[in-house]
């Protein structure tokens, strides 16, 4: 069974709104989560690690003010994209990582975002 | 610049084929691994290897890491329509606390 869970798995909106976005570890405590995004028969592109307790780590072209990333506990962290537009439209995916140590990543069924 | 490049990035046979998936860099990987996606979902992962000249088997499956842990390969014997989907691997690089680098990906379509 999943042991990522993401919500919402689809979201349809107007330009201008914001959309949360929550990533759960369900049976396991993930003190790092991952957030990517991925374009359409593209790989996965690495946005920003999630790290509980502190402040995420954007990489590099990454606007931070525009995907707010919060980990408040060791099973969920949100990314919520502020005032979307029609080119923030994209399948965005987190995994987690378990505390205490296995190789891979767990990843969630991903979120599409579709911006009208 | 792309880290992981794989190839080929389109993959289309018959069941029953064999077919093998190639992952390359120039950079040491600590671990890597193997993921499939199918459309609207996330990956899943299908194995990790972290020693140089490992090999692994997964049924059908038969995972790679090459002897400096800079390419890994995948090859699939008797591929099945069920085998359909993209393939991904993603390397981790040593003192990166976790993250992962994904490959371009290799999309498999396997017909009957």
């Known amino acids: 069974g999943a042991v990522v869970s993401q919500h919402p798995s689809r979201v349809i909106c107007k330009s201008g709104t914001s959309v949360k976005i929550e990533c759960r570890s369900l049976d396991f405590q993930a003190t790092t989560m991952f957030w990517y995004r991925q374009f359409p028969k593209k790989s996965l592109m690495l946005m920003a690690t999630?790290?509980?307790?502190?402040?995420?780590?954007?990489e590099q072209g990454v606007e931070k003010d525009k995907f707010l990333i919060n980990h408040a506990s060791l099973t969920l962290s949100t990314l919520t994209v502020t005032s979307a537009h029609p080119e923030d439209s994209s399948f965005y995916i987190c995994?987690?990582?378990?505390?205490?140590?296995?190789?891979?990543?767990?990843f969630g069924d991903g979120t599409r975002l579709s911006i009208l | 610049t792309q880290l992981l490049e794989q190839s080929p990035q389109f993959l289309s046979i018959q069941e029953g084929e064999n077919l093998t998936v190639y992952c390359n860099s120039s950079s040491v990987f600590s671990s890597l691994q193997w993921y499939r996606q199918e459309p609207g979902e996330g990956p899943v992962l299908l194995v990790t290897v972290v020693t140089g000249g490992e090999v692994k088997k997964l049924k059908r499956l038969t995972f790679q890491f090459g002897d400096a842990r800079k390419d890994s390969s995948l090859h699939i014997t008797a591929a099945q329509p069920g085998d359909t989907g993209l393939y991904l691997c993603a390397g981790e690089l040593t003192g990166t606390a976790s993250k992962l680098t994904f490959g371009t990906g290799t999309r498999l379509q396997v017909t009957l």
């Open positions: 999630s790290n509980e307790g502190s402040k995420a780590t954007y």
């Open positions: 995994s987690a990582r378990a505390k205490f140590g296995v190789y891979g990543q767990h």
